[in-house]
């Protein structure tokens, strides 16, 4: 042996079982970043393709101070922070645990002559040669994943997609993933290194470090049991490894609660709603002047899935207030039977509305309220003399671009109210929704059958469901991966810690505990970490979801208002103890499958 380097790769191949979830942690990170720059890198090349042929080569010019590029990149920079931060905490505990399984074996290099700093040079040169394979194959998925990705966007997504380059390969994501899985490494591999170093060649080899952090007090035993209190006194002993598992924790929670906020910033700004017209058909000026008798015509046509209308009329004297004491002008809009469904299927009404009485001849109207005016269910008006009742209201207004509130009020009636109120039956507004298999024939029998009677817009290409879909998908998949390796890192490390106090859990099966006792030990300490992990996601995750809520939303969109996301909280916890219990299983069934004179004997 020419050196004490050249134990590296005998102890990878030795230690390879244990290694497992250090590597696997690796590949994660550089797939991640791989894929989310490379897919950036694919949306830039897609954007510029789009420009040159809308604009030609002048469009190259302006590219790099395109908002589009900017924001691409700026969430593929925010993704590998958040990734390089996981990244730090999960291999950073993987690797503690590994050093305290080997204490004896730095304890006889300590004996044989080796310094501190070769210590952590080899503890480090050691988490290197785990990238030699860890990168290639995490950069290979990231390539692979792009491929997959942009297929997907482009047949089946299309649109504003079908451009998308398909095998494109890109030099940004690759060194990207290359970097994320060389810095992450070594940031991981500096504390453990450094513990390593610290642990005296006698007391290494005696055994193990993990021994000798007795408790200087007695345990505490008024309010649980002694495996129970033994099991968190195992947890709290290790500062260090107690926050790294709190971190592990934390972070899934946090991250699932900040792209909650992300999927409903994105709902903000591509509504979703569920009467979104393919083809619109306006009459002139805005007036109810399109034939009522249109809408017959049009719901037997090839290509046409649903039409609905409209009917509006501005201005109408209005007497509102307490005991109708002051005049207004005020707006009217119909609403057939599926907008207002609409409305109940989208959530868009608040809290106490009935919507129930709005259908058919009625004197009960829903109301969006102007800007000083405050309106709730139960409120009583009079428009063109008559009297009507509020139902209820909107959350915002969904005639604006932004939802935000105009200076006048706007009643939306039925039809059969609107009709009663002004006598008009036309339409000002005749909305189509096509089918899936439309094509630009059927769009252009349609406008035939319109002629004069309107406007025809065709808003096809508008469409953002599938961009929608798209990227929640992406997000969800993003928070999905992340939150498996944060399992199967917990469990790693709880039963690496288990394997480390080996020793401990034999000398305890020798002086009478038996194999409930230990699984009940294992379990207090995996839920010690789940709980302060809980605790502090739960604190950082509500306080970061604020601030993001407040910045991305309520900034742009005043009617928003952020609220605990009670759903999304409780989903993360059931899942975070789902993978608590998980993480006992495995080593607690090692611990009673051992004999205890195997647990006394291991190193």
Excluded at 560 to 587: D, H, K
């Amino acid at each position: 042996m020419k050196s004490y380097l050249s134990l590296i790769p005998i102890s990878a191949k030795v230690h390879r079982r244990q290694n497992r979830m250090t590597l696997l942690c690796i590949i994660f990170a550089v797939f991640l970043v791989t894929a989310v720059f490379s897919m950036a890198d694919m949306s830039v090349r897609m954007e510029t393709a789009r420009l040159l042929a809308k604009h030609g080569s002048q469009a190259l010019e302006n590219m790099i101070g395109s908002a589009a590029v900017q924001n691409y990149f700026l969430l593929a920079a925010a993704l590998f922070v958040l990734i390089l931060i996981a990244g730090v905490l999960m291999i950073s505990s993987s690797i503690n645990s590994n050093v305290a399984q080997r204490t004896k074996f730095f304890g006889m290099m300590r004996c044989i002559g080796m310094s501190r700093q070769q210590i952590i040079r080899f503890v480090r040169l050691e988490a290197l040669n785990w990238c030699e394979t860890a990168i290639p194959i995490g950069v290979l998925l990231g390539i692979g994943i792009t491929w997959a990705l942009c297929g997907v966007l482009r047949y089946l997504v299309g649109e504003e997609f079908s451009n998308i380059p398909l095998f494109g390969i890109s030099l940004i994501g690759i060194v990207s993933g290359i970097l994320v899985g060389i810095i992450t490494v070594l940031i991981a591999a500096g504390s453990p290194a450094k513990r390593a170093a610290k642990v005296s060649p006698v007391t290494a080899v005696s055994g193990n470090s993990e021994a000798a952090n007795h408790a200087n007090h007695a345990l505490h035993t008024r309010f649980f049991k002694i495996e129970t209190a033994l099991g968190i006194h195992h947890a709290v002993s290790n500062k260090k490894n107690l926050i790294l598992m709190t971190g592990s924790f934390a972070l899934s929670i946090i991250l699932f609660l900040s792209f909650t906020v992300v999927i409903e910033f994105v709902g903000c700004i591509m509504p979703q709603s569920s009467n979104t017209a393919d083809i619109k058909i306006s009459g002139s000026d805005a007036s109810n002047s399109v034939d009522s008798a249109l809408l017959n015509k049009l719901e037997g046509m090839d290509g046409v899935k649903r039409v609905f209308a409209r009917r509006n009329l501005s201005d109408v004297p209005a007497e509102v207030g307490k005991d109708n004491s002051r005049s207004e002008r005020i707006d009217l809009v119909s609403y057939s039977n599926f907008d207002l469904d609409c409305l109940t299927k989208d959530k868009l009404l608040k809290e106490g509305s009935d919507i129930g009485k709005v259908y058919g001849n009625s004197k009960y109207v829903l109301a969006v309220c102007g800007k000083n005016d405050s309106l709730e269910a139960g409120d009583v008006l009079k428009a063109n003399g008559q009297k009507l009742t509020i139902a209820g209201t909107l959350k915002y207004n969904p005639f604006s671009s932004d939802g935000s509130l105009d200076e006048k009020i706007t009643l939306i009636t039925s039809d059969e109210t609107f009709t009663r109120l002004t006598g008009i039956s036309d339409y000002s507004l005749v909305l189509i929704q096509t089918s899936k298999d439309a094509t630009n024939k059927n769009v252009a029998a349609i406008r035939g059958v319109v002629n004069e009677n309107g406007t025809l817009s065709d808003l096809r290409d508008q469409r953002t469901a599938n961009t929608y879909i798209a990227f929640v998908l992406f997000v969800y998949a993003f928070l999905a991966i992340i939150t498996l390796v944060t399992v199967l890192n917990i469990m790693n490390s709880i039963s690496m810690s288990v394997s480390a106090k080996i020793k401990q859990y034999g000398a305890m099966r020798a002086v009478g505990m038996d194999e409930r006792q230990v699984t009940k030990m294992i379990a207090a300490e995996a839920f010690t970490y789940a709980v302060s992990g809980c605790a502090v996601g739960c604190t950082v995750g509500l306080l970061v979801s604020k601030l993001l809520y407040d910045y991305l939303i309520t900034a742009h969109y005043s009617y928003a208002v952020w609220s605990i996301p009670a759903v999304p909280l409780v989903i993360i916890l059931l899942f975070v103890i789902a993978a608590a219990i998980a993480a006992v299983y495995a080593p607690a069934k090692r611990i009673q499958n051992m004999a205890v004179t195997d647990t006394i004997n291991e190193l």
